[in-house]
Structures are given as structure tokens and as C-alpha cells.
């Protein structure tokens, strides 16, 4: 409920707070440019309210609408550490997200999303992802730097 009720206002802040961009592909502008660095959360609100989690996330911005990164995620101390692999395709300020653990299809994720620029290179991105494997949706909220 707390994770909706944010991602709610960020959506809205972020709503009004956009400008009309130019074609011009620079970092400063919010748009995604090629050799642009991402480094951030996968999600911060991963499990339950009481059991947050984050994995640590990078990314490398291949082309200017196509983003690569790769995040390291833990359940808990016991658990087996994961390596996620993700891909974005930016469109009209949105994206397409896909990511895998393991580079195993049998773990595939697809979902759509928007990357808010806060503040000079500040981002939050909120996605809606579907689990291929779990068969369920899920709302993800992550932030990061971009540089």
C-alpha cells in the first residue's frame, strides 16, 4: 500500500514537472543517451513490507534508446547470490524492460515502465513487470545515479 501511494506521487510530481524535450540526445536533458552510466537499486521494495530488500544495480547506455545493465540480489544471508540481467528500450520517454536471473529464459521477466530524472542525473523508475516463471505482475519502484 505504501510502495503504491509513492509511486503514485511520484507519478503526478513527474507528470507536471515534464517539459518539452528537444531531439538533442544529452545527459543534462533526461533523455538516454549512448555511453550514459546508470547505477542504482533493481527494486526497493522487493518482498514485503517488513523485509526490504535491494540489489545492487549497473548500466551502460548502448545506444541512445537501448540500455544494458546487470544486478546482484540476495533473499536473505543463506540464500545463493543472483545475477540479474536486464535490457530497457526507451520510447517517447517510456521503455520496455526484459531481465533474466542467470541468463535463463525459464526466469524471464517482461514489463513497461518510465525513468523520472529528479534532479541532475537523480532518476526513480517505476516498471510494471509480469514473471514468465511465477506467473504473477509486480509493481518495482527502483532510483539510482545517472552520469
Not at 533493481?42 to 537501448?66: F, K, L, Q, R
Not at 547470490?81 to 521477466?109: E, H, P, Q
Not at 513487470?129 to 532510483?143: I, P, R, S, W
Amino acid at each position: 500500500m505504501f510502495l503504491t501511494l509513492a509511486l503514485g506521487l511520484f507519478i503526478a510530481v513527474g507528470a507536471n514537472a515534464q517539459e518539452v524535450q528537444s531531439t538533442c540526445h544529452t545527459s543534462d536533458e533526461g533523455t538516454n543517451a549512448k555511453g550514459d552510466w546508470y547505477v542504482g537499486t533493481g527494486d526497493i521494495g522487493n518482498v514485503a513490507w517488513t523485509e526490504w530488500s535491494v540489489s545492487p544495480t549497473i548500466g551502460y547506455g548502448i545506444t541512445d534508446d537501448i540500455v544494458l545493465s546487470a544486478s546482484v540480489s540476495q533473499a536473505d544471508s543463506e540464500a545463493d547470490i543472483n545475477l540479474d540481467v536486464s535490457a530497457r528500450y526507451f520510447k517517447s520517454g517510456y521503455f520496455a524492460y526484459v531481465s533474466t536471473t542467470g541468463l535463463s529464459i525459464d526466469n524471464l521477466k517482461l514489463g513497461v515502465g518510465k525513468l523520472f530524472t529528479i534532479h541532475k542525473g537523480v532518476y526513480v523508475d517505476p516498471k510494471l513487470v509480469y514473471d514468465t516463471n511465477a506467473k504473477t505482475a509486480n509493481l518495482l519502484l527502483g532510483f539510482g545515479l545517472k552520469f
